[in-house]
């Protein structure tokens, strides 16, 4: 009986204990979860929850450019908070004689407002353009971009490799199908031309034309207008279609004239070599200085008729001679009856001395006269008018005068009787 009453008072004190371990447990983990759950209710600071993670980058941060080249990065700004910022642009460590500016669209900025959960493709047009000056030596060079503001200060590194032997990365082209064309004097002669924008920026190119002879005319049209300007607008990565039209001058002679077509932005200066062929055309003109073709003579006496020879064609004439067809009994000689040469584009003057036959009557008559070699022939007809001396003329009115005065005193004297 003593054991049985032991034995319980031994569990009853057990249980108590394990209560009382239980209550205190409780109570030390009550304040614990207390803390959790005010924990969980309290708002998370700005920085974790508001202003989240700036970035400042770039695709290709690594470029090589010749010396006096340019670059340029599109850069990219963007932001995994909800807390809008504005950041300050800055660069360092820019080598000494370099040049470089951030745009913004097609302005020069310092400063870039950051926008709220801003991704890289809502990132603002951004971009920085560096110009190497031209005695650069040949070396890789690393820059720093900065952007700060706020809780922001993001660096962004750049290398810039110098190489005079590599081409620029992202230079343009300025190219044609057909290069070189030829044509006789007088064709207008047409190259179709593609001018590419591969850079980043949108660039306009001032358009011209070198070593174009004088005289000639060259102008450019784009494909999508009708008419010529001396500028062109190409967006980044676009191409724009340009026809060039050459018109050589009048007189030009036969041969091969190199022609080099430019288009120049800023930084970059595109180079088109073509050549236009001029093809050799004979062309020869017989007529007279002021381009009268009638002259008045006297019968039985010279005239002298003063006659333009001219090369029109772009050829040297050679062996000209000169020929005449005129009426009967006229005769017709010229103070050189060959030619020896005329350049192209150039004349030269003879001398016709043409006597009409004696007993030419009053009137018009037509003598043509020829100018020809192996190659080519020109005529020219000239009207010669025959004519009286006007002192026989004179010498006939006063004989006239006298038998008419002399009919009248007849008629006086007789008439009486």
């Known amino acids: 009986m003593k054991k049985t009453t032991g034995m319980l008072t ?51 941060p690594g470029v090589t450019v010749k010396p006096g080249g340019t670059s340029t990065f599109t850069l990219y700004i963007t932001n995994t908070g909800s807390e809008e910022t504005t950041v300050e642009l800055g660069v360092e460590d820019l080598p000494e004689g370099w040049e470089g500016r951030f745009k913004g669209s097609s302005n020069e900025i310092s400063m870039v407002h950051v926008g709220a959960y801003q991704k890289k493709e809502n990132s603002p047009s951004l971009s920085y353009s560096l110009t190497v000056p031209e005695d650069t030596k040949e070396d890789t060079y690393t820059i720093h971009l900065s952007a700060k503001g706020g809780d922001v200060d993001e660096v962004l590194e750049l290398t810039v490799k110098v190489d005079a032997e590599e081409k620029k990365i992202g230079a343009g082209d300025f190219s044609t199908d057909y290069a070189q064309q030829e044509g006789v004097a007088g064709t207008k002669f047409s190259y179709t031309t593609t001018l590419t924008n591969n850079s980043s920026e949108n660039m306009t190119y001032s358009l011209s034309a070198e070593g174009a002879p004088e005289g000639w005319n060259v102008t450019f049209t784009p494909s999508d207008t009708t008419t010529a300007t001396s500028s062109v607008p190409v967006d980044a990565g676009a191409s724009s279609t340009i026809k060039a039209a050459v018109v050589p ?169």
């Open 10 to 60: 031994k569990m009853v004190g057990r249980s108590v204990c394990g209560l009382l371990a239980a209550g205190l447990l409780a109570v030390a983990v009550m304040p614990m979860q207390a803390a959790a759950d005010e924990e969980e209710t309290q708002p998370k600071t700005i920085t974790e929850a508001e202003t989240g993670i700036v970035t400042f980058s770039t695709d290709y």
């Open 249 to 417: 001058a009048q007189n030009v002679t036969a041969g091969e004239y190199p022609i080099t077509l430019v288009a120049a932005c800023a930084g970059e200066t595109l180079e088109l070599p073509v050549t236009v062929r001029i093809t050799g055309t004979y062309s020869l003109t017989a007529t007279t200085p002021t381009g009268n073709l009638s002259a008045s003579a006297y019968a039985g006496e010279s005239k002298d008729v003063v006659l333009s020879i001219q090369n029109t064609g772009n050829i040297d004439l050679t062996a000209i001679s000169l020929k005449a067809q005129a009426s009967t009994d006229w005769e017709v000689t010229f103070d050189q009856d060959t030619i020896n040469t005329i350049p192209a584009g150039e004349s030269l003057e003879v001398t016709a001395h043409i006597t009409p036959a004696k007993d030419a009557i009053l009137g018009d008559y037509v003598t043509v006269i020829t100018a020809s070699n192996d190659a080519v022939s020109s005529d020219c007809a000239l009207r010669i008018s025959v004519q009286n001396h006007t002192g026989w003329g004179i010498v006939a009115v006063v004989i006239i005068a006298f038998l008419v005065l002399g009919l009248v005193l007849i008629i006086r004297r007789f008439g009486r009787r």
